[in-house]
């Protein structure tokens, strides 16, 4: 932690430093500060940071944030880096950390927000946390594309969903878990953020058996697409 923040100081970061000694002062720091990023260790005391970033990401589905997660640690297997995107992180750092890297991480998640009114769609306005516009603009600089994409979306997304309830209703894990694998990554493609979340949250429940709360978080899911939907009939269509 002190060479990090050495290091954040020689490279002129002047953003406020919150510091967290374990995962679960890590949790209520998040609640208590609104960071605008983390750098989260992936082994610490407490409560380790794959299970720390699961919490924040629970919490986010509510409050509809989604802070730049990113995982730090000295293992650079596959495995683990799977591990660390799978709970909800955005990007991956491996120690020991380097200056130059770290400003990637600056520079993409944080620097270049203050940049963000030059460009078509701000980050962050509303609608930016259920459809990052801002990532797909830099995506696609023919926008006719994004339409194009959405107007799909609207089309398909109905028959993903309906396949989902189908399986719930049926309380059958496995077709839960394979349809929210397909859910999880169409949301992703199309940068619905909180969608991808509860999709992620349902596959991951309905692993290895049928759980209860399946029920609840696909409620979650179609209330988000309806603010998604209105999103793109407000901005797209």
């Known amino acids: ?27 209520e720091k998040y609640r208590e500060m609104n960071p605008d990023l983390i750098l989260m260790d992936v082994h610490m005391p407490e409560l380790d940071g794959i299970s720390a970033t699961k919490k924040i990401r629970e919490i986010e589905l509510l409050s509809g944030k989604n802070v ?16 660390c995107f799978a709970s909800g992180m955005n990007d991956f750092l491996t120690k020991p950390l ?16 203050s940049h963000l009114h030059e460009l078509p769609y701000n980050e962050e306005s509303e609608n930016e946390l259920h459809i990052s516009y801002y990532e797909l603009g830099n995506l696609f600089s023919n926008k006719s594309i994004i339409k194009e994409a959405m107007a799909i979306a609207l089309n398909d ?5 309906l396949n989902l309830e189908k399986a719930c209703k049926e309380k059958d894990f496995i077709k839960v878990n394979a349809a929210a694998h397909i859910l999880k990554g169409s949301s992703s493609s199309m940068r619905f953020k909180i969608m991808a979340q509860i ?10 058996n049928w759980n209860d709360d399946l029920t609840l ?16 009939h407000e901005n797209i269509i």
């Open 98 to 113: 380097i200056p130059e890297k770290i400003m990637e991480m600056l520079n993409k998640y944080l620097i270049k927000q």
């Open 217 to 232: 978080q696909f409620s979650k899911l179609i209330a988000e697409w309806e603010i998604v939907k209105k999103i793109i």
């Open 157 to 161: 997304m109905p028959t993903q969903l």
């Open 199 to 208: 999709a992620e949250i349902i596959e991951s429940e309905s692993y290895e």
């Open 1 to 27: 932690m002190v060479l990090i923040k050495a290091m954040l100081s020689e490279l002129g970061f002047k953003y406020r430093i919150i510091e967290a000694k374990n995962g679960i002062e890590a949790v």
């Open 68 to 83: 730049p997660i990113i995982a730090l640690t000295a293992g650079a297997l596959k495995e683990e880096k799977e591990n």
